[in-house]
């Protein structure tokens, strides 16, 4: 065993001394080829320095000498400032729009909602205003939840990014349709210094004895309460002899006031004509709710403000109101609805 271990030793020793020799003959060869690895390059004498850059520099030295001017770029026709950032739209024509501009419009056109007509919507006024006026529908929009499309609030002149301003409320009011429900009456007897009124329709009859200054009819449940005043009696006779007087009547509910004839024993009809509003004002599906002429109404989210049904016709309505802070009534149009 002592003599395996003994020549093991021996063969490990010449075999580490074969590779220490190797190795330094590895090193020693890479050592003689190192210089191969470097090539000498000859450079050509020369008689000429060549170009040594001065023309260049001539043409800096004229460049400084002429005066220079900026001028802006265009886009479209749109001078360009270098450092202020301009809204500027490219339409699908591609027409160039800058919306900072007072004297444009046309991005954004819409119906206008009480009017047979188009609102061209400034552009300013959309840009002004922090609305996002690349969306088609931008007008449709109502940023501040105030119940007022960016539309409305533009034809008021209000502010679409503030809820505590926005157009008046009869805004959203609409006429549905007009109405009528037939009213009748007969100038019957005269008993001085009263006179006999009949109300032939609706059923069922009445009568009234009233004096010249005095409203007929008297009773709440009477949808003419009040409506009538006697203003003066005619007396005439016909070609027969026959009593023909005229009864004038005053129409309070008719914004004209001129009186009208009651002929003795005629039947004449004045008919109770009457709006059928739909308040559109937060409601998808508004109910129609009837007013007749002459009667007043409020809204619900404006109680304080008493409008007043002043005339009706198949294509429009009047009404009056006494505006917040004002003392003298105000008359508006409102259109049919559309």
Known sequence: METLQKQYDKVAL????????AFAVILAMKSLAFGDQFEEKQVEQREELGDTGTTLITKCINKLDVDQ???????????????VSLPIVEKKDGSIVNMADPATSGLRVAIHPREDADVDVSNRWLWKNGLDYTKTEVLT?????DGFSNLEEYLGQTDPQDAEQFPPFYTKLFLKERGEDRYTLRFSAAINP??????????????????VGESFPDADADPAK???TIVAINEKKDARGLDASELMIRDNVRTDNNPFALLKGVETDRPIYWANFVYEFKADTPEPFRVDKGETFSFPNDADTVYTLKEVDASSATISFIPAGKATAEEVTIPLDK
């Open 14 to 21: 010449i075999v580490a001394s074969v590779i220490a020799i």
């Open 194 to 211: 009263q006179f006999q009124v009949v109300r032939i329709f609706p059923e069922r009859k009445k009568s009234w004895f009233k004096a």
């Open 141 to 145: 929009f109502d940023p501040d939840g």
């Open 69 to 83: 001017k900026w001028t802006r770029p265009e886009n479209g026709g749109i001078e360009i400032p270098l450092t």
């Open 226 to 228: 009040g409506r009538f």
